[in-house]
């Protein structure tokens, strides 16, 4: 080989190499920390899901300090919860919007907001009615964030580390959901609800100001999106809707919506009802250890998951679930605090797996076109019951009882088990690894059109 050809293929390589090295936005495909705009967004997020946390604790602590009253603390959990109601709703929204001015304008909103609360405590004008008024708009400034994420993490990431930078997301909100919990109870007790709201304050406005320093591609919106009516976009979002819901009949995935939307009933009614339990236990400290338990005991399951991937899917389900609603009995019996803390995390191991195997069995059964617009229509048909539960919950509570109902919030895992025990078709579906449309009742098609 000569000298040139020799330099010819150097010069090729390295070409070559560079052109590996980006994706089609001309973004770097190396390692996402070494991309500064994603490191910006993962600690944006990490900054504005630690208010999210810290507000929803203080909150309904406050509702249920000021009022007494497990009714009202129920609705202000339902209110805070419509996200998981509203999100199908919001894609819409964030797809036909620029996306800075957006995702810092509700930094900026949650921020102010929630500085109403302590100047209002320093004043003497602290109500429940003025957590009611903030509550809604908390909540609609939240609601963008979930298809913010999903519409700007391709924008700032090489798509060969699109499933890397998800991942990475996705662990600092799982693990942010049990740490701050539990750090909001322990903060009140401490310090007094009016000091979070102040500490929360700032973090929605150092969120923003990491959020503003993103750098965007100057395209905001698709060309297509700019010239779409507002009538093309309804009917192309009911087009996709019905393609979800056309997807899912006839499978057993239905049965399955139905047992998680009754969990997700207890789950709603649970929230409502935790912060008068865990001040019959101890106080706001014990709430925040719940409220962590809980955290702990889905992240656990979640780490847990690839170990139990081999286990058929409905054996799995059966026995964790049936499992889960004994602990969560026990927790309520439990003669000490910190065995009923323990017990109650405990229940919630294997929803943390679940929710791993389940998001993998729609990856392996669905048609990839169709995954999206699957998963929407699932989370939406069983997540609609979080707020309701909260609403039946605190007035269930002010009625039976708040021991009461929490032990009979353990009926949304024992259903699972109880339903499953009955269907033995259910019982006996292959393991993820070796899960095939046709066992699932998922016609398999190869059909994009």
């Not at 994420?149 to 049990?178: H, Y």
Request: aromatic share 8%.
């Amino acid at each position: 080989m000569t000298a040139d050809s020799a330099t010819a293929d150097a010069t090729e390589a390295a070409a070559t190499d560079a052109a590996d090295a980006t994706d089609d936005t001309g973004r770097s495909a190396s390692s996402i920390w070494h991309n500064p705009d994603f490191r910006r967004f993962f600690a944006g997020q990490f900054v504005t899901n630690a208010g999210d946390s810290l507000y929803t604790v203080a909150v309904l602590w406050l509702v249920f300090e000021l009022s007494g009253s497990t009714a009202l603390t129920g609705a202000i959990n339902a209110i805070l919860l419509l996200p998981w109601l509203l999100q199908i709703l919001a894609g819409p929204i964030v797809d036909r919007l620029p996306l800075k001015p957006l995702l810092v304008g509700s930094q900026v909103v949650q921020g102010v907001v929630v500085l109403v609360l302590p100047v209002a405590a320093a004043t003497g004008h602290l109500r429940v009615e003025l957590l009611f008024a903030v509550a809604p708009v908390l909540m609609l400034a939240s609601l963008v964030m979930s298809p913010m994420q999903a519409t700007l993490v391709p924008r700032i990431v090489a798509e060969t580390r699109l499933s890397e930078a998800n991942s990475a997301l996705a662990t600092v909100t799982l693990g942010l959901d049990m740490v701050f919990d539990a750090l909001g109870g322990a903060f009140i007790a401490l310090f007094g609800v009016t000091t979070l709201f102040l500490f929360d304050s700032a973090t929605f406005a150092l969120a923003g100001l990491l959020f503003a320093g993103i750098a965007l591609q100057s395209a905001e919106r698709r060309g297509t999106d700019e010239a779409a009516t507002d009538e093309s976009i309804l009917a192309s979002y009911l087009d996709d809707m019905r393609d979800g819901i056309d997807a899912l009949r006839g499978t057993v995935f239905v049965e399955f919506i139905l047992m998680t939307a009754v969990a997700n009933l207890a789950t709603g009614t649970t929230l409502a009802v935790l912060p008068a339990f865990g001040d019959g236990l101890g106080g706001p400290a014990v709430y925040g250890m719940l409220l962590g338990a809980l955290g702990v005991g889905r992240l656990v399951g979640s780490l847990l998951a690839p170990y139990v991937e081999d286990v058929g899917y409905g054996r799995f389900l059966f026995v964790g679930n049936s499992l889960a609603a004994c602990c969560w009995l026990g927790s309520v019996v439990a003669p000490s605090a910190t065995l009923t803390v323990v017990l109650f995390g405990l229940a919630w191991v294997p929803a943390g797996a679940s929710g791993v195997l389940t998001a993998t069995l729609n990856q392996t059964v669905f048609p990839a076109d169709l995954l999206g617009r699957v998963s929407s229509v699932k989370g939406t048909a069983s997540g609609a019951t979080l707020p309701l539960g909260s609403l039946v919950g605190g007035v269930v509570a002010g009625t039976v009882g708040v021991t009461t109902t929490m032990a009979l919030a353990a009926f949304g895992f024992g259903f699972t088990g109880l339903y499953l025990l009955v269907r033995p078709r259910l019982r006996r579906l292959p393991a993820v690894t070796d899960a095939d449309p046709a066992a699932f009742g998922v016609a398999a098609t190869t059909d994009e059109g």
